[in-house]
């Protein structure tokens, strides 16, 4: 399988300075997008030897940030390169800078693409462990069993934290060519965005535990039906 990282960060450079190390080995290509003139940003991506794209679509006609535009830019520059190419086996994972994938995560994919439980068709999400201090994070690394205590566990429902789905998939194929082009929603504050493009694969049925149960959280999303 081939995973290209889609990965945006702005004003966000010391945040992506510690995942990026951490989660750049997991893709065969990761793209970073910033805004233009974010030289702290650009300076970490240098240093892990990532390409990085400026770019001006975050604030087009007037956004705030508009990370659909981004992100379909970021989807014509692979596909251009790799649509024709017969890559039937490629993947994007759009990810956020603040996210540290866990150590399995790319060996787990292979797994399941080579025992054939992975849906090509289906659209992938994640559970988000919140960590939200050094000193949490430093629980965190050391492990054991008291790593996760106190973190809240978020449901996934396919924020644009994480998303992965193949390339040509149905879903997206019919997006792509519905929409010329231009998949993702392009909305003006990126509230709406993520969870609108995942909504094109359906209702999710998945409905995993958290920590603690997502009707007492403030952060909360409908239940399935």
Not at 36 to 50: H, L, W
Not at 113 to 132: D, M
Not at 137 to 142: D, I, K, L, T
Request: proline share 5%; with cysteine; glycine share 8%.
């Amino acid at each position: 399988m081939r995973i290209d990282a889609i990965c945006q960060s702005t004003g966000y450079s010391d945040m992506l300075a510690l995942t990026l190390p951490q989660n750049k080995g997991f893709f065969d290509s990761i793209m970073v997008y910033t805004k233009r003139g974010d030289e702290p940003t650009k300076a970490v991506c240098a240093k892990e030897r990532i390409a990085c794209e400026e770019t001006d679509r975050f604030t087009q006609n007037g956004s705030v940030f508009n990370r659909g535009a981004v992100y379909n830019e970021a989807f014509r520059y692979h596909l251009l390169r790799r649509w024709g190419s017969g890559e039937g086996r490629q993947w994007f994972c759009i990810i956020d800078s603040d996210i540290i994938l866990p150590p399995g995560f790319r060996d787990t994919l292979e797994v399941m693409e080579e025992n054939g439980s992975l849906e090509t068709e289906c659209f992938y999400g994640a559970r988000r462990w919140n960590v939200e201090t050094m000193e949490q994070y430093e629980q965190v690394r050391r492990g054991g069993d008291d790593a996760m205590k106190g973190l809240t566990l978020f449901r996934g429902y396919g924020y644009g934290y994480l998303q992965l789905f193949r390339a040509r998939s149905s879903t997206f194929v019919r997006l792509w060519n519905e929409t010329k082009g231009n998949p993702y929603l392009e909305w003006r504050d990126g509230s709406w965005a993520d969870c609108a493009f995942r909504l094109n694969w359906g209702d999710c049925p998945w409905n995993p535990p958290t920590q603690p149960p997502d009707n007492i959280l403030d952060h909360t999303v409908p239940e399935p039906v």
